[in-house]
Each structure stands twice: as C-alpha cells, then as structure tokens.
C-alpha cells in the first residue's frame, strides 16, 4: 500500500509540473523548470572594414533547468537570420546544450557564466559546431533597471570556416514584470578567421526575454 501511494504521489507531482512549472522529490528537495523564450533584434550594426550595414533577428527557445542557487542546465534551438545593405543574406540554425554557473557578489552585484555547446547548419547546407562562453556583471539593485556588462567568446569548431568573435557588451535589461524583460545593448564585436581575415562590428540591439 505505501509503494503504492508513493507512485500516485510522485505522479500527480509530474502531472503537476508539466502545468505550474514544479518538480519535486518526496526528500524535500525541489527542482523549477522555466520554459524561456529569448528573442533578440541587433540593428544598426556596422562592418568597420567595409562600411556596410547589418540587420540581424535571433530567436533562442530553451528550457532551462535550475539546479541549485548557482547553477542552470539547459538545452535549446537558435535560429538566427542576417540581411546586408547590399542584399546578402544568412541564416543558422542550432540545438544546443548549456551550462550557467551564478555568482553572487554581495548586495548589489551578481557574476554569471554561461558555456553553450551547439551543433547546426548554417546558409547552404554547411555543418557548424560552436562554443560559446558568456561571463556577464550584473548590477542588481536599482529600480527595475539592471545594467550591466558582458564579455562573450565564440569559437567555430568547424575548419571549413574557422571564425571566431570576440564580443564585449554594455547594456541594461528592465524588467516589466516577472515573466517580461527588455533590454537594449551595445555591442563591439571583433571577427578573426583562420585565414588571417579581421572585421570589427559596433551594435546596438533590443532584446525581449519572456519566461513561463
């Protein structure tokens, strides 16, 4: 009869989660999942090299697993799109695992760390395979509005391409309510290809972000 009610517990907890967002374990310990929804607008942005314009959409889907106060697990799909002034376009697509260490510093400053690992395919049928690494400051506390300060490093695994950026961010995300946030951002993005190529970017992007 125990066996019983224990399996009946644990599975109106399930059933639970998949509605309110809830996994718990009957040894007290509790497990939130947020189906996350990050869409992201850079315009404005600029070859330095060139002089051309860029336009870029990015959508990233991801359900996102909180292990304990400073970790998060998570996979997800990015689908990106880019237009030029001169009518080029591209666009990736990747599934994704993630990994995000959160570090608090204080009262006031949070320090996070996230390493994605992606496979995809990007315009024209090419394989590709990132990583990337984001380390973010935050500052927590001032009204709704955090700023904050970014530093990404993204590494194309794939040798038929071999590109790697260097992106430093400065922004601030408000947050509308619990589920809604805005950000706007601008971004110095540095391009190195392994065929000894270099461009510069300067961004500035939107960003809404919606969890569930």
């Known amino acids: 009869m125990r066996l019983w009610a224990l399996t009946v517990n644990l599975l109106l ?3 639970g989660s998949l509605w309110a967002g809830q996994f718990q374990l009957s040894t ?6 947020d189906y996350g929804l990050e869409a992201m607008v850079a315009t404005e942005s600029r070859w330095a090299a060139e002089g051309r314009s860029l336009r870029s959409l990015e959508v990233m889907p991801e359900l996102i697993w909180h292990y304990s106060p400073h970790w998060d697990f998570g ?5 990106m799109q880019n237009w030029t002034a001169d009518g080029e376009e591209m666009s ?17 400053y949070s320090l996070s760390n996230k390493t994605l690992l992606g496979k995809g395919t990007i315009s024209m049928g090419h394989d590709l395979t990132i990583l990337r690494n984001s380390t973010r400051l935050t500052y927590k506390r001032w009204m709704r509005v955090t700023p904050y300060i970014q530093k990404d490093f993204y590494w194309d695994l794939e ?8 992106l430093w961010s400065v922004g601030a995300s408000l947050m509308l309510n619990r589920a809604t946030s805005f950000d706007i951002y601008g971004m110095l993005n540095k391009l190195n290809a392994d065929d000894g ?5 300067s961004i500035i992007g939107v960003g809404i972000n919606l969890m569930f």
């Open 13 to 15: 907890l399930l059933g």
């Open 28 to 33: 007290g310990i509790s497990q939130r999942f």
């Open 75 to 79: 996979v997800g799909f990015q689908k």
């Open 92 to 108: 990736q697509e990747i599934f994704y695992g993630s990994t995000t260490f959160k570090l608090p510093l204080g009262k006031l």
């Open 159 to 166: 040798p038929t391409f071999g590109v790697t950026e260097d």
């Open 197 to 201: 190529g270099k461009e510069t970017l």
